[in-house]
Protein backbone atom coordinates (compact mmCIF):
# COMPACT_ATOMS: atom_id res chain seq x y z
CA UNK A 1 0.00 0.00 0.00
CA UNK A 2 1.45 3.65 -0.88
CA UNK A 3 2.63 5.72 2.27
CA UNK A 4 2.38 9.34 2.06
CA UNK A 5 4.39 11.25 4.76
CA UNK A 6 4.12 14.97 5.25
CA UNK A 7 7.73 16.29 6.02
CA UNK A 8 7.28 20.04 5.45
CA UNK A 9 3.90 22.70 4.63
CA UNK A 10 1.70 21.22 7.27
CA UNK A 11 0.47 23.88 9.58
CA UNK A 12 2.12 26.43 7.44
CA UNK A 13 2.50 27.31 3.79
CA UNK A 14 6.17 27.12 3.22
CA UNK A 15 8.56 23.97 3.69
CA UNK A 16 7.60 21.63 1.50
CA UNK A 17 8.54 18.21 1.83
CA UNK A 18 6.32 15.21 0.79
CA UNK A 19 7.71 11.76 1.29
CA UNK A 20 5.72 9.09 -0.82
CA UNK A 21 6.95 5.19 -0.58
CA UNK A 22 5.46 2.46 -3.06
CA UNK A 23 6.68 -0.19 -4.54
CA UNK A 24 9.83 -0.60 -2.58
CA UNK A 25 10.83 3.20 -3.60
CA UNK A 26 11.04 6.39 -2.10
CA UNK A 27 9.94 9.83 -3.87
CA UNK A 28 10.50 13.09 -2.34
CA UNK A 29 7.97 15.75 -3.59
CA UNK A 30 9.85 18.96 -3.13
CA UNK A 31 12.63 19.84 -0.77
CA UNK A 32 11.94 23.69 0.63
CA UNK A 33 13.15 26.00 2.91
CA UNK A 34 10.68 27.44 6.07
CA UNK A 35 10.06 31.29 5.02
CA UNK A 36 8.44 33.37 8.16
CA UNK A 37 8.67 34.14 11.26
CA UNK A 38 12.33 33.12 13.02
CA UNK A 39 10.66 29.64 14.58
CA UNK A 40 9.36 28.98 11.25
CA UNK A 41 13.00 29.69 9.57
CA UNK A 42 14.90 27.89 12.84
CA UNK A 43 13.34 24.90 11.15
CA UNK A 44 16.01 24.86 8.09
CA UNK A 45 18.80 24.55 10.45
CA UNK A 46 17.25 21.16 12.35
CA UNK A 47 18.28 17.66 10.76
CA UNK A 48 15.90 16.88 7.79
CA UNK A 49 13.41 14.49 8.67
CA UNK A 50 14.35 11.57 6.20
CA UNK A 51 17.74 10.22 5.49
CA UNK A 52 18.18 11.45 1.85
CA UNK A 53 20.36 8.30 1.26
CA UNK A 54 17.44 6.26 1.28
CA UNK A 55 15.25 8.58 -1.01
CA UNK A 56 15.12 6.85 -4.94
CA UNK A 57 13.91 10.34 -6.41
CA UNK A 58 12.82 13.53 -6.16
CA UNK A 59 10.22 15.69 -7.73
CA UNK A 60 10.01 19.72 -7.52
CA UNK A 61 6.39 21.23 -8.87
CA UNK A 62 7.70 24.77 -9.43
CA UNK A 63 10.75 26.65 -8.76
CA UNK A 64 9.98 28.56 -5.69
CA UNK A 65 12.65 28.54 -2.40
CA UNK A 66 9.62 27.07 -0.69
CA UNK A 67 9.94 24.55 -2.45
CA UNK A 68 13.50 24.21 -3.74
CA UNK A 69 15.31 26.04 -1.21
CA UNK A 70 17.26 22.74 0.75
CA UNK A 71 18.14 21.20 -2.63
CA UNK A 72 21.81 21.79 -1.91
CA UNK A 73 21.65 20.28 1.37
CA UNK A 74 19.58 17.24 0.66
CA UNK A 75 22.82 16.85 -1.73
CA UNK A 76 25.09 17.57 0.93
CA UNK A 77 23.83 15.01 3.37
CA UNK A 78 23.29 11.86 1.01
CA UNK A 79 21.04 11.97 -2.07
CA UNK A 80 22.31 10.05 -4.83
CA UNK A 81 19.74 9.66 -7.49
CA UNK A 82 20.21 9.83 -11.27
CA UNK A 83 19.80 13.54 -12.62
CA UNK A 84 16.76 14.04 -14.69
CA UNK A 85 15.32 16.50 -17.11
CA UNK A 86 13.33 19.14 -16.46
CA UNK A 87 9.51 19.13 -18.24
CA UNK A 88 9.53 21.73 -21.12
CA UNK A 89 7.27 24.47 -21.51
CA UNK A 90 3.86 23.76 -23.44
CA UNK A 91 4.21 24.75 -27.09
CA UNK A 92 1.51 27.08 -28.50
Keep these: MPKLTFLGAAGTVTGSKYLVEAAGKRL ?5 IFQGTPELSDRNYKPLPTDPKT ?3 AVLTHAH ?3 TGLLP ?3 RDGY ?3 PSSP ?3 PSN
Design 28 to 32: LVDCG
Design 55 to 57: IDY
Design 65 to 67: LDH
Design 73 to 75: RLV
Design 80 to 82: RAA
Design 87 to 89: TLP
